[in-house]
């Protein structure tokens, strides 16, 4: 009896400690990488940026709205982040492709041009060749099922 008693209250525990207690260390997390992007050292910076946009991509699975503000706020802080720019019009184009809504298109569009540009500065040609193959199959109005996206 107490064995059962025993269990049932290390069960509730974890229990608690994964609806309560999970989140709020998360919050934590991003807070932290969000204050490193600040920091003064480049390796601080880089990698807090890696993290976030790791933390994006894995938001976006379930929630795309959530990833995209990730990815906003990444580029408001660098600007120059090629794969910020990739998951963005990823994002953006796919909405396109199901809503039609030519803002996303527009903008979608606008962020791949930038990625391309970057990854032409930084020499990754195959990177830029799958981002001008996206291009081409968004203008002539390809489904975005078949957009092959580089996986970053």
């Given at each position: 009896?107490?064995r059962?008693?025993?269990?049932?209250?290390?069960?509730?525990?974890?229990?608690?400690?994964?609806?309560?207690?999970?989140?709020?260390?998360?919050?934590?997390?991003?807070?932290?990488?969000?204050?490193?992007?600040?920091?003064?050292?480049?390796?601080?910076?880089?990698?807090?940026?890696?993290?976030?946009?790791?933390?994006?991509?894995?938001?976006?699975?379930?929630?795309?709205?959530?990833?995209?503000?990730?990815?906003?706020?990444?580029?408001?802080?660098?600007?120059?982040?090629?794969?910020?720019?990739?998951?963005?019009?990823?994002?953006?184009?796919k909405?396109?492709?199901?809503?039609?809504?030519?803002?996303?298109?527009?903008?979608?569009?606008?962020?791949?041009?930038?990625?391309?540009?970057?990854?032409?500065?930084?020499?990754i040609?195959?990177?830029?060749?799958?981002?001008?193959?996206?291009?081409s199959?968004?203008?002539?109005?390809?489904?975005?099922?078949?957009?092959?996206?580089p996986?970053?």
């Open positions: 009896m107490i059962k008693l025993l269990f049932g209250a290390c069960i509730g525990g974890l229990i608690i400690g994964q609806v309560y207690e999970a989140p709020l260390e998360q919050q934590a997390k991003e807070a932290k990488l969000w204050q490193n992007t600040q920091s003064s050292n480049d390796t601080t910076r880089a990698r807090a940026e890696g993290e976030l946009l790791k933390l994006a991509k894995n938001k976006g699975i379930s929630n795309s709205s959530e990833a995209e503000a990730i990815y906003k706020q990444i580029l408001a802080i660098n600007p120059n982040s090629a794969p910020a720019h990739t998951r963005l019009a990823e994002i953006q184009l909405r396109w492709s199901t809503t039609k809504n030519p803002i996303d298109k527009e903008s979608g569009l606008e962020h791949l041009r930038k990625a391309k540009e970057l990854y032409k500065q930084y020499k040609d195959f990177y830029v060749q799958k981002l001008e193959k996206v291009e199959l968004v203008n002539s109005g390809k489904p975005g099922y078949s957009w092959d996206f996986q970053l």
